[in-house]
């Protein structure tokens, strides 16, 4: 979301006149677009500012001058606490008004003192934003933003407000504005997509098959999903469209039913095995990916054993798993019975090693397979491309260069520790 979010300002900014540099080094502006969703992220933000401090202040005193701005969700928690701890910024601005930085540049410029915007204003930046501009063959499309599930332990129903869906008519515009420049895959983005919903009771299903009778969008992705909103009609989209890609990120974050019930999930271990056999029935190529979360307030060695029981039981082939972090604000931060730091980093370095291993043997399962590949990028060798396979697998091929930008069958002869290597089918 971030990505997306980033390449927006960058268009809402090329009016008037700024285009992206490749370092910060002598930039007329920085923007620094931030994550709150763990300490650890949103600590890097003041050792960034303070590297940054230095490139402004060389700047100065070549004569110039270099605004800065911090966006995102840092930002919108910690507003006024970055100015006092920062005051060389110039602009500290919520995920919710970057339609609004003209503007605030053109305060930045003429006035001394910082311009905070962090509103959750009731014109969606969406209506005031240009039109998107592709980079590449595979582009990001948010559909939906913010959160109103509010699991205990996550910053994002603050940080990016409640749920919001873009209406139908602007999301078909964009995909098709982003086909016209070369597009062929486009990943739905929202903090809770699957929540997305149309004026006309259109749920994402709904909205995947109309993308995909477009023309020109041959792949389509959504990101991320909650197990509550998964209804009927998404699971039949998977069996029924071609263009949705066999590959779901559906984050579960543990596989103890007392975790999962501190956590607010909404949902129990049974509830998400039955939506990850039913998904299955409607596509038997489907492979899952899922978030963890280690070392939530009160996990037993019992809690995590069914964590570790679950990761096997679905046969999960991708993770992205953190220790868990108490963020400011959320109920989970002021549970009594906080887990020691050694026991989240013991139980995070299982998960992910069973991860790893459930991962080499299913890139280890794609050999001799046929797979459409969109090849995406140059290789580092001339006359070699690298592609994505619908599971997101990096694919090296020889391959022409006017084959750039297009899905090719190939059949994937090879395993590399992070990528497949393969041949034309
Ligand atoms: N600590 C650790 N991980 C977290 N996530 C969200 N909040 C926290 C937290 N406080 C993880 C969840 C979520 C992903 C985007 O980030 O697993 O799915
Ligand atoms: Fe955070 Fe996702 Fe839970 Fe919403 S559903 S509170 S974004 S983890």
Redesign the pocket.
């Known amino acids: 979301m971030n990505v997306y979010d980033s390449a927006r300002m960058a268009d809402v900014l090329a009016p008037l006149g700024y285009a992206s540099a490749d370092s910060a080094e002598d930039a007329d502006m920085v923007i620094l677009n931030t994550c709150h969703?763990?300490?650890k992220a949103a600590e890097k933000v003041f050792s960034e500012l303070g590297r940054l401090k230095k490139l402004q202040a060389a700047k100065a005193l070549a004569g110039g001058r270099m605004i800065l701005a911090v966006a995102g969700c840092v930002a919108q928690a910690e507003g006024e606490e970055i100015l006092r701890r920062a005051p060389f910024v110039d602009i500290v601005l919520g995920p919710q008004t970057y339609h609004r930085l003209p503007e605030m540049v053109a305060q930045a410029a003429r006035a001394g003192g910082a311009v905070l915007d962090t509103e959750f204003p009731a014109e969606p930046k969406f209506d005031f934003l240009p039109e998107a501009r592709a980079e590449g063959s595979s582009a990001f499309l948010s559909v939906q933003e913010g959160c109103d599930k509010f699991?205990t332990?996550?910053?994002?129903p603050y940080t990016r407000g409640a749920e919001y869906s873009r209406p139908a008519a602007a999301i078909l515009a964009e995909a098709r504005a982003l086909a016209g420049q070369g597009v062929r895959e486009v990943t739905l983005l929202g903090q809770n997509v699957n929540g997305w919903h149309g004026e006309e009771g259109w749920g994402l299903g709904r909205l995947i098959r109309t993308l995909a009778d477009l023309g020109g969008i041959e792949r389509i992705r959504y990101t991320?999903s909650h197990p509550r909103d998964l209804d009927d009609d998404l699971i039949a989209a998977h069996a029924d469209i071609p263009q949705l890609m066999p590959f779901l990120h559906l984050?579960v974050?543990s596989g103890s039913d007392r975790i999962l019930s501190a956590m607010n999930r909404g949902h129990d271990r049974a509830d998400y095995l039955r939506l990850v056999e039913r998904l299955k029935r409607a596509q038997p190529d489907l492979a899952l990916s899922s978030?963890?979360?280690t070392g939530?307030p009160g996990e037993t060695d019992a809690d995590f054993a069914d964590t570790m029981a679950l990761v096997r039981e679905v046969g999960f082939v991708q993770t992205?798993?953190?220790?868990?972090?108490?963020?400011p604000g959320?109920p989970?931060?002021l549970m009594p019975n906080q887990v020691p730091e050694t026991v989240k980093e013991e139980r995070l370095a299982q998960v992910q090693a069973l991860l790893l291993d459930q991962t080499t043997a299913f890139n280890r399962s794609c050999v001799g397979r046929e797979m459409r590949v969109l090849l995406d990028r140059p290789g580092r060798h001339p006359g070699q491309l690298v592609g994505r396979s619908p599971y997101m697998q990096p694919v090296h091929v020889k391959a022409a260069d006017h084959l750039l930008g297009t899905v090719v069958s190939l059949r994937i002869t090879a395993v590399h520790p992070n990528s497949l290597a393969a041949v034309p089918a």
Do not use: L
């Open positions: 969703i763990r300490e699991c332990f996550c910053v994002v991320t984050p974050q978030d963890f979360i939530f992205y798993s953190f220790k868990y972090s108490p963020r959320t989970a931060a």
